[in-house]
């Protein structure tokens, strides 16, 4: 499909198309971990159980944070036989369990103190954390209003150059609005913490420096302006 041409000003009223940008650098306010339970036993039986206990007090400790904890969703689930790798026939070894969570907080204290707690329960592993803010984030908005404006500045001055003044907004967009190219995404960064046997009976809370958030705008804009005197 052939994109049709844009359209042309006038001599009465020409035009002017500019790109406006907008960078932000602002607080994350989300952080997210995942958390594998895992178990294994010589029956599937007992790898069942024991990965039925440890998931319950996975999600009884990260519940215990309260309001704290913004979503806690169970992902993936299986118990597995594992087989032996020599001799005859299929002879399963050992079964092997693991359950996935997914857990999001808005208190990152409380995320450092819950992250080092989970990794030291027994064969559980903790990844993250990934730093987000909200889809309906404030900065999202302040990022489009100041692209809006630096477009503006920009036109102006463009028409100050010639010795005149924009007349009128023809048209303003998102970059790709009219041909669904990809939106800016936030950056994130992830850490990992591998899989962890309890230790001592207390440990010492994780100290989370939160990586600071990327947001961007950008949109077209097109402005006739009054008739320069060249």
């Known amino acids: 499909m052939t994109t049709p041409a844009l359209p042309y ?18 607080d994350p306010e989300i952080g997210r971990i995942g958390i594998t339970v895992a178990s294994r036993g010589k029956d599937r039986r007992s790898a069942l159980e024991d990965l039925t206990r440890r998931n319950a007090t996975a999600l009884d400790l990260v519940k215990s944070y309260g309001e704290a904890v913004e979503r806690l969703e169970t992902g993936a689930f299986s118990v597995r036989p594992e087989l032996t790798k020599h001799g005859r026939g299929e002879r399963v070894r050992t079964y092997q369990g693991t359950v996935h969570l997914t857990a999001e907080l808005t208190d990152f204290t409380a995320l450092g103190e819950l992250t080092t707690r ?4 027994e064969l559980t592993r903790v990844d993250g954390p990934w730093w ?14 100041q692209a809006v404006r630096e477009a503006v500045q920009r036109a102006r001055e463009y028409a100050e150059a010639l010795g005149t003044s924009l007349a009128a907004l023809v048209e303003i967009a ?3 609005a009219e041909d669904g190219g990809p939106r800016p995404m936030a950056a994130g960064r992830m850490r990992a913490m591998a899989f962890a046997e309890a230790a001592e009976d207390t440990v010492t809370a ?7 958030q990327h947001v ?5 804009a097109r402005f006739t302006m009054r008739p320069p005197k060249l």
Do not use: K, M, Y
């Not at 987000?132 to 209003?145: G, V």
């Open 174 to 176: 998102d970059i790709g």
């Open 118 to 121: 989970l990794a030291d329960l």
């Open 206 to 212: 994780l100290d989370l420096e939160p990586q600071r």
């Open 9 to 26: 000003g006038t001599p009465d009223a020409p035009r002017i198309a500019v790109r406006g940008e907008a960078h932000l650098e602002v």
């Open 216 to 220: 961007s705008a950008q949109v077209n």
């Open 132 to 145: 987000d803010l909200r889809p309906d984030s404030p900065a999202h908005r302040r990022a489009r209003e």
